[in-house]
């Protein structure tokens, strides 16, 4: 609603709303107080433009998803290990995939066939899966390590394990391709390396995220994304950060 010398936002109800609001797709924020719309200004470290949409400075985000590999095997496996989990071989083994060295080793084949950086997915995957330990929407014998199909109103996810012992590979690769078609404006299908097994490829906006930061719905500056939870792409950055000292 335009008012003299301000916009404001009513709900359905006729209740006029404050902060952050995502209005079709985009973000804008009301002045806690007046409920005016700002513009041109930086609010909790974000910054709003002239016509009031939430974006993000391109020098704030520059970790490229296509790129060259910053990791290695080697420093993926030794990631894990810091961490004290134990590799959960029982279940992961079904897929093919029976030790850490082995699913490290998955990541890092299909992210470089691909020109994804695999940092990028290893670390996406931990985020998702709390360390392979599951325990969400999505179960461990559905080798769907980024949460491919679990939505907001409790879908479980798609399920690989329809790939019998290729199902880990399969699993990786769907969150690969599924990485990419973010990355990429204009990607199809032919364009991948392998035949596309991410059932989901269709409905990505191609090349609305071509930087890690911008994998979640709030940091992008359309708002697109992958996941709606806030600092989901920096959150990833700090793994990333930490998988590459």
């Known amino acids: 609603c335009n008012l003299p010398g301000k916009t404001v936002y009513y709900n359905t109800d006729g209740k006029m709303l404050y902060k952050e609001q995502k209005i079709g797709s985009y973000y804008y924020y009301f002045d806690a107080v007046t409920g005016a719309m700002i513009k041109n200004t930086t609010v909790n470290g974000r910054y709003y433009n002239s016509e009031g949409k939430r974006v993000e400075k391109q020098q704030d985000a ?13 420093q993926m496996v030794q990631f894990y290990k810091n961490t004290g989990n134990v590799y ?3 279940k992961l083994k079904k897929g093919g995939a029976d030790s850490i060295e082995k699913f490290a080793n998955i990541y ?5 066939a691909e020109g994804v950086d695999p940092a990028v ?8 899966t709390g360390w392979l330990r599951f325990g969400g929407q999505v179960k461990i014998e559905q080798f769907n390590f980024a949460g491919l199909g679990a939505t907001d109103n409790g879908a479980s996810g798609a399920d690989f394990s329809k790939y019998g012992e290729n199902g880990v590979r399969m699993g990786v690769r769907a969150q690969i391709q599924h990485l ?5 404006s204009g990607l199809t299908e032919k364009d991948l390396k392998y035949a596309c097994v991410d059932p989901r490829f269709s409905l990505v906006n191609k090349g609305s995220a071509k930087y890690v930061e911008w994998l979640g719905t709030h940091e992008n500056p359309i708002g697109a994304g992958w996941a709606t939870g806030v600092d989901y792409g920096p959150d ?6 930490q998988l590459e000292r």
């Open 62 to 74: 520059s970790h490229l998803i296509v790129n060259n590999a910053t990791t290695n095997v080697t």
């Open 88 to 90: 959960p071989a029982d």
């Open 108 to 112: 890092y084949e299909e992210a470089t």
């Open 121 to 128: 997915a290893w670390c996406q995957s931990m985020k998702e």
């Open 180 to 184: 990419k078609a973010y990355a990429v």
């Open 236 to 241: 990833i950055i700090k793994l990333m950060n």
